[in-house]
């Protein structure tokens, strides 16, 4: 907001200032032509000075001179034409009385000199007047505010170039108009109350609309100064308009946008805090922790900082969203730092504070805040964070509790368990005969190692180290019985997924071995191709058991019926340093192409006999571990699934 020019404290505008320099009346004739009016003048005055009888200060004459001289605005031209002026009464003097002559003559000749010096000085004095005017009036007319001049009675008499830009009439058309009508001034108080105030005091500062010449209202900082002649009466006022539409306006989007976030900030069902985390910002500068990965190696070294960063990221401000989640019941009774929320067990604020290391805008994560009454409840959270360059170390936190959504999920879980429960004792329904041979078989080999013992003792003497071969042999076949309905017992098991590390290879032929006997049966010759030290695997032993077992079953239907040779071809191998790959590829007659697409959806199945569940249950699992199931078929080329499975060590949900 500019201040209204300063004047000159000796100058008192005048309400008729002039637009621009030099613009006074008799500045109007050509400098060129007073200069030779002058001398012209000058001249006749010295010879009717010098060649007539005249009696008279004749000399006197000689100011006129000056004082036209003086439009030129030129001090030289002053001093010159006054000078001249005394020299030429002088000379005339010399001439007409001589230099010793001393009478009524020598006093009229000194009051000659004197009104040629007077005028003189005056002419000087009224210049730099002129000057001193002629400068402020280009100053109020250079501007970037707009400035005009009123009588007392409203009547426009200065009106600037910048109030000609903006409101858009010229000095013509606004001279001599009535500045409230022409502008349709609207004040923010009664005119009479601010005329007062203004004669009262001398000024007065407000905010006013005025509309322009095309009808454009404008919101205007107003400043009025009143001016008053040599005895103190008002004359005139002085206004200066700072035009603040678009600061006002955006004052006003900022105010609505203020109001906006509030009401989101309050009235939104997602929890929300204000942090500052200033504190954070500069305890990291000081220990020179602003990179990433500085501050990850120091983490490492020094865990306890993780605790220290909780305590001193300070809680501003939550809505009452949050307020009820955390248990506060008022906002204003909300916890004073983050440490309060979430405890010395979180484990994903380290996460968060790379995060904010790095510069991320934003970082997601899952963990528990520790409600008031001590009870733990699951939340998803997003913390928005300031740029680098942001003054504001205001730090947005949403929080949405996930209590509902676990409960919903771990429901979700258990029924996926059961059905896949289900789906495990459909299958051993089907190996009904191979589980029976593979009973059998010890079972057979303890009656013989039995019967054989019993011999070897009614033998005269006894042969007890045969007695001992066999009742070692009766005791292995024992436990390999033991081991073989261990294995059925689990894979009926209804007990909750448990991942754990895996010798891959060991599964597969723990699943190969359940279904050994089917596969006889249906003269379906199997290949195992095993990569030597194949990494570890994170996952549920038996739930990676049924998605073998059911790929496996389903490959020998596929070629049941089929006269050629029916083989199977489940190969193991990592396809980089993170996966593992698990192929099942049969000889069948393949999948017709519009069944591809379908043949993971829960239902869908191209046997009259078949749920349609298990290939649906298969890809569950599968994803659950973190891992893909896919198919590839070419129809009369048989067709091949790919199990694919992370090595690395992640946390799998079940």
Same mark, same amino acid.
């Not at 194949?534 to 739930?543: H, K, N």
């Given at each position: 907001?500019?201040?209204?020019?300063?004047?000159?404290?000796?100058?008192?505008?005048?309400? %008729?200032?002039?637009?621009?320099?030099? &613009?006074?009346a008799r500045g109007s004739a050509s400098p060129g032509l007073l200069r030779t009016s002058a001398v012209l003048l000058m001249? #006749?005055?010295?010879?009717?000075?010098?060649?007539?009888?005249?009696?008279?200060?004749?000399?006197?004459?000689?100011?006129?001179?000056?004082?036209?001289?003086? #439009?030129?605005?030129?001090?030289?031209?002053?001093?010159?034409?006054?000078?001249?002026?005394?020299?030429?009464?002088?000379?005339?003097?010399?001439?007409?009385?001589?230099?010793?002559?001393?009478?009524?003559?020598?006093?009229?000749?000194?009051?000659?000199?004197?009104?040629? #010096?007077?005028?003189?000085?005056?002419?000087?004095?009224?210049?730099?007047?002129?000057?001193?005017?002629?400068?402020?009036?280009?100053?109020?007319?250079?501007?970037?505010?707009?400035?005009?001049?009123?009588?007392?009675?409203?009547?426009?008499?200065?009106?600037?170039?910048?109030?000609?830009?903006?409101?858009?009439?010229?000095?013509?058309?606004?001279? #001599?108009?009535?500045?409230?009508?022409?502008?349709?001034?609207?004040?923010?108080?009664?005119?009479?109350?601010?005329?007062?105030?203004?004669?009262?005091?001398?000024?007065?500062?407000?905010?006013?609309?005025?509309?322009?010449?095309?009808?454009?209202?404008?919101?205007?900082?107003?400043?009025?100064?009143?001016?008053?002649?040599?005895?103190?009466?008002?004359?005139?006022?002085?206004?200066?308009?700072?035009?603040?539409?678009?600061?006002?306006?955006?004052?006003?989007?900022?105010?609505? %946008?203020?109001?906006?976030?509030?009401?989101?900030?309050?009235?939104?069902?997602?929890?929300?805090?204000?942090?500052?985390?200033?504190? &954070?910002?500069?305890?990291?500068?000081?220990?020179?922790?602003?990179?990433?990965?500085?501050?990850?190696?120091?983490?490492?070294?020094?865990?306890?900082?993780?605790?220290?960063?909780?305590?001193?990221?300070?809680?501003?401000?939550?809505?009452?969203?949050?307020?009820?989640?955390?248990?506060?019941?008022?906002?204003?009774?909300?916890?004073?730092?983050?440490?309060?929320?979430?405890?010395?067990?979180?484990?994903?604020?380290?996460?968060?504070?790379?995060?904010?290391?790095?510069?991320?805008?934003?970082?997601?994560?899952?963990?528990?805040?520790?409600?008031?009454?001590?009870?733990?409840?699951?939340?998803?959270?997003?913390?928005?964070?300031?740029?680098?360059?942001?003054?504001?170390?205001?730090?947005?936190?949403?929080?949405?509790?996930?209590?509902?959504?676990?409960?919903?999920?771990?429901?979700?879980?258990?029924?996926?368990?059961?059905?896949?429960?289900?789906?495990? &004792?459909?299958?051993?329904?089907?190996?009904?005969?191979?589980?029976?041979?593979?009973?059998?078989?010890?079972?057979?080999?303890?009656?013989?190692?039995?019967?054989?013992?019993?011999?070897?003792?009614?033998?005269?003497p006894p042969d007890l180290h045969e007695v001992d071969t066999a009742i070692t042999r009766i005791v292995s076949e024992g436990?390999?019985?033991?081991?073989?309905?261990?294995?059925?017992?689990?894979?009926?098991?209804?007990?909750?997924?448990?991942?754990?590390?895996?010798?891959?290879?060991?599964?597969?032929?723990?699943?190969?071995?359940?279904?050994?006997?089917?596969?006889?049966?249906?003269?379906?010759e199997l290949h195992l191709e095993l990569e030597p030290q194949l990494p570890v695997v994170r996952g549920d032993r038996i739930?990676?058991?049924?998605?073998?077992?059911?790929?496996?079953?389903?490959?020998?239907?596929?070629?049941?019926?089929?006269?050629?040779?029916?083989?199977?071809?489940?190969?193991?191998?990592?396809?980089?340093?993170?996966?593992?790959?698990?192929?099942?590829?049969?000889?069948?007659?393949?999948?017709?192409?519009?069944?591809?697409?379908?043949?993971?959806?829960?239902?869908?199945?191209?046997?009259?006999?078949?749920?349609?569940?298990?290939?649906?249950?298969?890809?569950?699992?599968?994803?659950?571990?973190?891992?893909?199931?896919? &198919?590839? %078929?070419?129809?009369?080329?048989?067709?091949?699934?790919?199990?694919?499975?992370?090595?690395?060590?992640?946390?799998?949900?079940?």
């Amino acid at each position: 907001m500019s201040a209204p020019p300063r004047l000159h404290p000796n100058v008192r505008p005048h309400p %008729s200032l002039p637009r621009h320099a030099g &613009v006074a009346a008799r500045g109007s004739a050509s400098p060129g032509l007073l200069r030779t009016s002058a001398v012209l003048l000058m001249l #006749g005055i010295f010879l009717l000075d010098t060649f007539t009888t005249l009696e008279g200060a004749v000399a006197v004459l000689y100011v006129v001179a000056v004082l036209l001289v003086a #439009g030129t605005q030129r001090r030289g031209d002053i001093l010159m034409a006054a000078s001249g002026a005394v020299l030429l009464t002088v000379v005339a003097y010399a001439d007409s009385h001589g230099l010793e002559h001393v009478g009524s003559q020598t006093v009229r000749a000194f009051v000659s000199l004197s009104a040629i #010096g007077i005028a003189a000085l005056l002419a000087l004095q009224n210049q730099s007047a002129v000057r001193t005017l002629s400068a402020q009036a280009t100053l109020l007319d250079v501007s970037h505010d707009m400035i005009f001049v009123r009588d007392i009675g409203g009547g426009i008499t200065f009106w600037n170039a910048t109030a000609e830009s903006v409101y858009g009439w010229s000095q013509a058309q606004a001279l #001599g108009r009535n500045a409230d009508d022409l502008l349709g001034t609207r004040y923010p108080d009664h005119r009479e109350h601010i005329e007062q105030s203004l004669l009262a005091t001398g000024r007065w500062e407000g905010v006013l609309e005025q509309v322009t010449r095309h009808g454009h209202t404008l919101v205007l900082d107003s400043r009025w100064v009143l001016q008053r002649d040599d005895k103190g009466r008002a004359t005139g006022v002085l206004e200066t308009h700072t035009d603040i539409t678009e600061r006002k306006a955006a004052y006003a989007a900022l105010v609505r %946008s203020e109001r906006r976030f509030r009401r989101m900030f309050d009235e939104s069902r997602i929890g929300v805090l204000q942090q500052d985390w200033s504190a &954070v910002r500069a305890e990291l500068d000081a220990r020179g922790l602003c990179d990433a990965d500085a501050l990850a190696v120091h983490l490492l070294e020094h865990p306890e900082l993780v605790g220290q960063m909780r305590r001193i990221a300070r809680i501003d401000e939550v809505n009452p969203a949050f307020a009820a989640m955390f248990g506060a019941g008022d906002p204003m009774s909300a916890p004073a730092s983050v440490q309060d929320v979430i405890g010395d067990a979180d484990r994903t604020f380290a996460a968060a504070l790379l995060a904010f290391a790095r510069g991320d805008a934003f970082h997601e994560g899952e963990t528990e805040i520790v409600r008031r009454d001590g009870a733990r409840a699951p939340v998803l959270f997003t913390i928005t964070f300031p740029s680098a360059e942001d003054s504001d170390a205001s730090v947005l936190v949403f929080v949405v509790d996930n209590t509902e959504r676990q409960r919903t999920q771990d429901a979700l879980l258990l029924a996926q368990t059961e059905l896949a429960h289900a789906s495990r &004792v459909s299958t051993l329904g089907e190996l009904t005969a191979s589980i029976a041979h593979e009973v059998n078989q010890p079972l057979m080999s303890v009656v013989t190692y039995g019967e054989a013992g019993m011999r070897w003792l009614r033998r005269d003497p006894p042969d007890l180290h045969e007695v001992d071969t066999a009742i070692t042999r009766i005791v292995s076949e024992g436990r390999r019985a033991g081991e073989i309905v261990a294995r059925i017992r689990a894979f009926l098991g209804k007990a909750p997924a448990r991942h754990g590390a895996l010798d891959i290879a060991a599964t597969v032929e723990d699943a190969a071995r359940l279904v050994q006997h089917e596969l006889v049966r249906g003269n379906v010759e199997l290949h195992l191709e095993l990569e030597p030290q194949l990494p570890v695997v994170r996952g549920d032993r038996i739930q990676l058991q049924q998605v073998l077992v059911n790929l496996m079953m389903n490959a020998s239907q596929a070629m049941s019926g089929q006269a050629g040779h029916r083989r199977l071809v489940v190969s193991v191998g990592c396809t980089d340093e993170t996966r593992i790959e698990i192929s099942v590829a049969d000889t069948g007659a393949g999948i017709a192409s519009e069944h591809l697409e379908c043949l993971f959806d829960p239902f869908f199945t191209t046997r009259p006999q078949g749920m349609g569940m298990g290939l649906a249950i298969c890809r569950t699992i599968a994803e659950a571990h973190g891992g893909r199931l896919t &198919v590839e %078929s070419e129809p009369g080329h048989g067709a091949t699934f790919r199990l694919s499975l992370s090595t690395t060590p992640t946390d799998l949900a079940a």
